[in-house]
């Protein structure tokens, strides 16, 4: 069955620390996102792609990084520079840009130790 | 420029009741708009969505929306509530060139027996 696998579901970071999360789909899927959730904040947008090797930064892009080499994949790594990381992240896809709706992964919960 | 109000970040029923849940948009374009579930720990779910068809929306599990452009809401129903119901729903709106969802600010369905 087709979908989006995001990986690992649980994260601990250690302060200064980079970490990267995983992202995958075979939905074939052109464009691909990542939102960021927080209790009572909803879902906010950080990156997203709509072809490979190219993407354009959210609302709150700072402290994040990701690429698109492949079609398929979207990681979202978290730098040193993100201050408060600890949140729930998801992965999203879609066929071609918004109006189909959007795909969701199950989520990577990451925290801060 | 565009944006979800929506009514209430806790909504209380108890089981067999009529759930209402709410939702306002903003757009500068004709609106697509959805509804999402998620329950804890997991990603969201297509609910339904509205794409300029029919005003009136059916869609998984029982819910329906309808699209009232003069009130510019996009509200949720179920006519009785199940147990199994008790999530968070996020209405969502795009539009004919988006890129992306903006999302409301999440309503937390409580089931009570």
């Known amino acids: 069955d087709g979908g989006i696998t995001q990986s690992p579901k649980y994260l601990f970071r250690k302060e200064g620390q980079n970490v990267t999360l995983s992202c995958e789909q075979n939905?074939?899927?052109?464009?691909m996102y990542w939102y960021r959730q927080d209790p009572g904040q909803g879902l906010r947008l950080i990156y997203y792609s709509q072809i490979v090797n190219d993407f354009q930064k959210g609302d709150i892009a700072e402290g994040y990084s990701v690429s698109r080499e492949k079609k398929e994949s979207f990681p979202l790594t978290v730098t040193s520079a993100q201050k408060n990381p600890t949140a729930f992240y998801l992965c999203?896809?879609?066929?071609?840009?918004?109006?189909?709706?959007?795909?969701f992964g199950s989520g990577t919960r990451l925290t801060v130790v | 420029a565009q944006s979800v109000t929506q009514l209430g970040s806790h909504v209380s029923v108890s089981e067999g009741a009529l759930v209402l849940l709410r939702c306002n948009y903003s757009s500068s374009v004709p609106p697509y708009l959805f509804w999402y579930v998620q329950y804890p720990n997991q990603g969201l779910q297509l609910l339904l969505k509205y794409t300029s068809a029919a005003t009136l929306v059916k869609g998984i599990n029982g819910f329906e929306a309808e699209f009232k452009k003069s009130e510019t809401s996009f509200h949720l129903t179920k006519p009785s509530a199940h147990m199994s119901d008790a999530a968070e729903y996020f209405c969502?709106?795009?539009?004919?060139?988006?890129?992306?969802?903006?999302f409301g600010k999440g309503t937390m369905l409580l089931v009570s027996p």
């Open positions: 999203a896809s879609s066929i071609q840009g918004a109006n189909y709706g959007y795909t």
């Open positions: 969502a709106v795009s539009g004919p060139g988006y890129s992306t969802l903006t």
């Open positions: 939905l074939n899927h052109d464009a």
